[in-house]
């Protein structure tokens, strides 16, 4: 199918422009278009998760603008432990805190939490149990009338727009009554970032959240139960495909944990391994595209404060990250720099030199070899509290470079249109564009949308190129 010559040639200069530049920045090392890692060293943003040294047990923290969330609180001689991080990160409320379930390598410190900080909210695998520190938990949780929720698969919790907080399990109906496999598992997202706390959820519970069909893809796994054999099967880490895994566990402890098993398993996976047994606490820092990896044993400052401090501290200003590499990492994730380029005014009379580099084959407009690959119209849990689990994704079948520029997406009545940026779609690569907000990158593209595009069943991807010619078009049900 042809354009109209008129269009076709106001957009070749755009299209050299694009190209040149991007020539320009590929052989000055800016980006690495064989790259398609996440991890940066030197990365700062918004989101700051740290996997806390709390000996043989789990403690984590979630810092997000003024937010702050706690899941666990390691075990009763490691509650001290969580409160002075806490304090040191200028923490004055937690605005949610988690209790995966009621064992005390993970519950123990909590009645220092609760004495030490305002709570606005517990959220509980609300499993039966006879331990006397469960009991002293909820009744001070009670007595002290914090909002208390019992999670569930499919529920979202909400404290800031920015922010996706999804429960992947326990299911509505327990699987069993094994403690460790209803622990809570949540995935939190921001922008294409996206952590998966596993609490100490085994085989068992990692199978059911791969057939329940909820995203389960993320940049950075806290591995289950302390990398025993008995968590992270293959199944699960191939749904999760974790560059990053941290592993919560005390050294020289009498389960062996780490168990060797695991190890192999993540090896496998091509995953970097930290272990807070070998590095102390970790912290992941994230902009919502990209993230970065601090620990205490590099003699990182993981305890400096961004310059907008969480939950009314005193700022402090921010020093270099030391770039590190993982202290176990088979197949490592690929590591890069992501620099700040910002194009100078030119002037009219000057002319800007173009580097002598060959061009690749670019389509422009019309490009038969996009296809609509895979389509996910029913996001799981409530639509609109997970628009951008509404997603189409598209794929370049053919042999050459497409610009996306001008290209528009919709539903089939076209209510909802989508006019695609100029991006270019590498050969035999894939792009999701989901209806939510985000932050654009190589893999995945953000409508901006507020309510849900696509409807449940019946409906349909309609792909059409600037001039207006249907591309492809994909019907779900």
């Known amino acids: 199918m042809k354009r109209k010559g008129s269009s076709r040639a106001a957009v070749i200069p755009i299209c050299i422009l694009i190209l040149a530049l991007l020539g320009t920045a590929v052989f000055s090392g800016i980006i690495d278009i064989n790259s398609h890692s996440s991890l940066r060293q030197g990365t700062t943003g918004d989101l700051r998760a740290y996997f806390l040294d709390v000996g043989q047990g789990d403690s984590s923290i979630i810092l997000f603008k003024d937010r702050v969330i706690v899941i666990d609180a390691g075990d009763t001689d490691q509650g001290g432990t969580v409160v002075s991080a806490l304090k040191r990160l200028g923490v004055r409320k937690i605005d949610l805190l988690v209790a995966t379930h009621p064992h005390a390598d993970h519950i123990g410190g909590m009645q220092d939490l609760l004495a030490a900080f305002p709570v606005a909210k517990v959220l509980d695998s609300g499993m039966p149990s006879t331990s006397v520190l469960y009991e002293r938990f909820l009744e001070t949780v009670d007595n002290s009338n914090i909002p208390y929720l019992v999670a569930e698969q499919g529920q979202t919790i909400d404290l800031d727009p920015s922010l996706r907080i999804l429960v992947l399990s326990p299911p509505e109906n327990r699987i069993g009554e094994d403690l460790n496999t209803n622990s809570i598992v949540l995935k939190v997202s921001y922008g294409t970032a996206n952590l998966l706390f596993t609490g100490d959820a085994t085989t068992a519970a990692e199978d059911v959240m791969v057939k329940s069909g909820y995203p389960l893809d993320a940049q950075v796994l806290k591995v289950g139960h302390h990398g025993s054999s008995g968590s992270g099967s293959s199944a699960f880490l191939s749904r ?72 009314g501290a005193t700022p402090a200003p921010a020093t270099s990250a030391t770039a590190i590499q993982p202290p176990t990492s088979p197949q490592a994730a690929t590591t890069g720099t992501s620099l700040p380029f910002t194009l100078p005014a030119v002037p009219e009379n000057v002319t800007v030199p173009v580097p002598p580099v060959t061009l690749p084959q670019v389509q422009i407009g019309n490009a038969s070899s996009v296809r609509i690959s895979a389509v996910q119209f029913d996001a799981p849990g409530d639509d609109r509290q997970n628009l951008n689990g509404e997603w189409v994704r598209l794929t370049n079948t053919g042999g050459d470079i497409v610009l996306l520029a001008g290209f528009t997406l919709s539903d089939a009545d076209t209510r909802d249109l989508y006019i695609f940026p100029a991006f270019l779609l590498m050969p035999g690569e894939q792009v999701t564009v989901h209806a939510g907000s985000g932050m654009m990158n190589d893999t995945a593209l953000f409508m901006g949308k507020t309510a849900p595009v696509f409807a449940n069943t019946g409906d349909e991807a309609v792909l059409k190129d600037g001039s207006g010619t249907i591309i492809d078009q994909y019907r779900e049900g």
């Open 240 to 311: 999760v495909s974790p560059e990053i895994a941290v592993i919560s566990t005390g050294a020289g402890n009498s389960y062996g944990h780490p168990h060797r098993e695991t190890l192999e398993r993540l090896a496998r996976a091509g995953t970097a391994i930290f272990r807070t047994d070998e590095v102390g606490t970790v912290l992941v820092t994230s902009n919502g595209e990209t993230f970065s990896v601090m620990t205490e044993s590099a003699g990182d400052d993981i305890w400096r404060l961004p310059t907008v401090a969480p939950a």
